[in-house]
């Protein structure tokens, strides 16, 4: 399966997600160890953790992460994986903190769900710590609780209210 594609908007122009290539397990490390008291794994990511990783992400088919890209910089991630379940939301993240309150990752995530929602059917959902201040920021982007847990939520993207935006599908290389 071809894993290098961009996906953009005409109703979201700012806003580009890019799969994610070797060139980009520096920057995601950096951003998921900057932010790991949002996750579940609280480990420092060593870099030969995160080529392991990427490895095994290339493997898999029905696993996408991409790097969220506004006029051509990259300001963070986000990414989903089809499970039987449906579709489970994982990484987001929002890299660079002088970007926050422009509504850039809500509408990435909108087009990661739009795309999601074309080629896998089921629920899209997330586990999230309750701890997250994500959490709050999922339920403004479309999602609702669906179930409380000890120490996290389980969200789902409200269907009968989410609104699919048009995608564009580009292919790139690594060069």
């Known amino acids: 399966m071809d894993k290098h594609f961009e996906l953009y908007s005409e109703e979201l122009p ?5 799969t994610i290539s070797d060139i980009d397990l520096e920057k995601l490390r950096g951003w998921k160890n900057d932010h790991r008291e949002s996750f579940f794994f609280k480990g420092i990511i060593a870099p030969a953790d995160q080529v392991k990783w990427f490895q095994g992400y290339l493997g898999r088919s029905h696993d996408y992460m991409f790097v969220v890209l506004f006029n051509g910089r990259a300001l963070g991630c986000l990414g989903f994986r089809y499970i039987e379940q449906g579709v489970d939301i994982y990484n987001v993240i929002l890299g660079i903190p002088e970007m926050r309150q422009k509504g850039l990752m809500g ?31 999922y339920q403004r982007n ?34």
């Open 107 to 137: 509408k990435a995530l909108r087009m990661m769900c739009s795309y999601a929602q074309k080629e896998y059917p089921g629920a899209q959902g997330a586990k999230v710590l309750r701890s997250n201040p994500a959490v709050g920021w």
């Open 142 to 175: 479309g999602f609702k609780i669906a179930r409380f847990h000890e120490d996290h939520v389980d969200i789902e993207l409200d269907q009968v209210t989410f609104k699919p935006c048009r995608l564009i599908t580009s292919s790139f290389t690594d060069s």
């Open 14 to 18: 700012d806003v580009r997600l890019r």
